[in-house]
């Protein structure tokens, strides 16, 4: 019978250790659609920012109540990963709370992921709360609607449950330990402190140490389970991000943000221009062999570099980016985490292409117009706003700037006024049609 | 009739053998807009007050080509940055200051990659450092124990994480600084940035420069204090939106302390 278990144990978790890591790949193989971009400069400096924004949530708590309850979950969800590793541990080889042999402190460790739990429960009903029933700005949006609304519940009911498993498969585990069951019980006397589940003792009182033990397996089952189910969901949800914050924020922008960078094959063609020795009707540099034609700006996923494609994925919806844009804020369409979340969609899009097709095949989509629009780009102000919002390093202007430099140098596609701005700016210096000669002129006015 | 500003040209330096000590480089609201004009005027009166060696390029000095830019004209940005590079470096120029963000911004971030490598500064950390050399004298004067608050330009605080500057500025005119809710990294846009500054803003509910200016209001100033031609524009639009233009005014740090001492 137990060894049943213990097989049927490793079943399930190869399973679902194996789900995930091919769902990984699929997630690595669509990043690398993007163009390359060279971010392993100043490791140093990447790593302390990582250690501070990602992994110190340095960023969360700009915003007090949401981030406070964010790291509670955030640290319940890291450390109770230990009792995770001895739930592995005892599934596979059939014994029961291994790791108590370490005594006091093993009593200590259980005790904290009481507490832990408690809390992470606590703060989930209120993130629930705050999603549904208080009226927050952030969860009203018009992308929030259907799957992202959705998908942010289930993970709120998923950790409701999991923690209510936690605390039952300990509540009846001290009780069967208290009734000195044999498995449960241990010559050391009672393992483990309870100091949150034995206020549950009294659901348990005056059954049978086998109903107690179904009660008991049943949790430990369900809570393990759940546990894969979960690590498996990641792939389909926004919770993606409790990966990838990580390299996201190692791999983010470290210049100052208001510099945004110079395309090379501009540089390229300027340089061409401005040469007094180039020859005007030299024919054009030979390409590499089948090389495409540089194209400038963005309009799809595959213009755009791995990092924002990274960043894509790593997005939580959580929108401070959106609550921070001075565009948004004045009713206008652009929402930064929407150009987030769209961008996402289709490269999840051009990735379910490649995995029934093999490769890509154009599906006559894009990523401008198909899901972002030219008046959602056009009414950016590049305040970089969105970018200091964001609590894991996303970079929602690079995209729109790509996109925009799309427009411009591809399709001629500026807004009117734009275009006599820069033809202004072209042909006197300035964008206002004044002469360069005039530039002056104040010095002599009163 | 005040008699009109001294102000040197690169060319005339060049012509005396002579190198001046920073290039001020006006940009093209300070060179063509009215409003913007006063500020450039007010900041070289303050140079010459401090004694300071400079000079501008006058008609040399184009675009730096940050509207066209971030628009997503890479293509008229890098023409425009590699001729001004040609002039600044054909001048050996190595130190610029500029009332602009935006031209700051883009001269300091952006063209050390075309090659041109200078050292700039915002003319609000250029003025910091006049006075802690003692070369230029600020305190109190006319605004001293007025209510006012510092609207950060984007280009100048998130974009490059300066706040300080123009604060230690107003402070030294002993004003009541008050904060808005929105201010430092947190600062609310004018509306200008990005190309907006040249074209209709997208529909919506209202204009950016009208909720900055709500949020302004909110802490009841006298004078809302700007660091960028085009946030000056913008908010003196709001606050003319309001009917309040006769309360409150709009004015660039540099104006400030010009007017604080009656230059």
Known sequence: MQIIAQVLFLIALVAGIGFFVRNI????????LGREVDRTDNKGERFAKMARIAFGQSKMVKRPVSGLLHVIVYVGFVIINIEVLEIIIDGLFGTHRILSFMGG????????????????????IVFWIRRNILNIYRFLSRELKGWPKNDANYILYFEMVLMVLFLVMNATDYQLQLNGAPHYASEAGIVGSFPISQF???????????????IERAAWWLHILGILFFLNYLYYSKHLHILLAFPNVYFSKLQPQGEMDNLQSVTDEVKLMMDPDADPFAAPAEEEEGADPAKFGASDVFDLNQVQLLNSYTCTECGRCTAECPANQTGKKLSPRKIMMDTRDRLEEVGDIINTKGKYEDNGKQLLDDFILREELWACTTCN??????????????????????????????????????????????PWPYNQQDRLNWAKEN | MAEALKVPTMA?????????EVLFWVGCAGSFDDRAKKITKAFVKLLHEAGVDFAVLGTE?????????RAGNEFLFQMQAATNIEVLNGYEIEKVVTACPHCFNTIKNEYPALGGNYEVMHHTQFLKTLLNEGKLKVEGGKFKGKRITFHDPCYLGRANGEYEAPRDLLRKLEVELVEMRKCKSNGLCCGAGGGQMFKEPEPGNKDVNIERTEQAMEVKPEVIAAGCPFCNTMM????KGTNKEDSVAVMDVAELIANAHDL
Do not use: Q, W
């Not at chain 1, 200590?108 to 507490?115: D, H, K, P, V």
């Open chain 2, 61 to 69: 000095e184009s675009c730096t080509g940050d509207p066209a830019k």
């Open chain 1, 105 to 124: 402190f093993y009593d200590f460790l259980i005790a904290s992921f009481e507490i832990l739990a408690l809390l992470v429960l606590i703060g989930v």
């Open chain 1, 200 to 214: 549950l003792l009294p659901i348990f009182d005056g059954m049978s140490n086998a109903t107690l033990i179904i």
């Open chain 1, 25 to 32: 790949r699929r997630v690595l193989r669509n990043i690398k």
């Open chain 2, 236 to 239: 003196t639009d709001g606050v």
């Open chain 2, 12 to 20: 005339e330096y060049m012509a005396e053998g002579k190198k001046p």
């Open chain 1, 385 to 430: 706003a969105c970018v200091e919002a964001c609590p894991v390093g996303i970079d929602p202007l690079s995209i729109i700037l790509d996109m925009r430099r799309y427009l411009v140098m591809e399709e001629s596609a500026a807004p009117n006024e734009l275009a006599i701005a820069m033809t202004n700016i072209e042909n006197n210096g300035a």
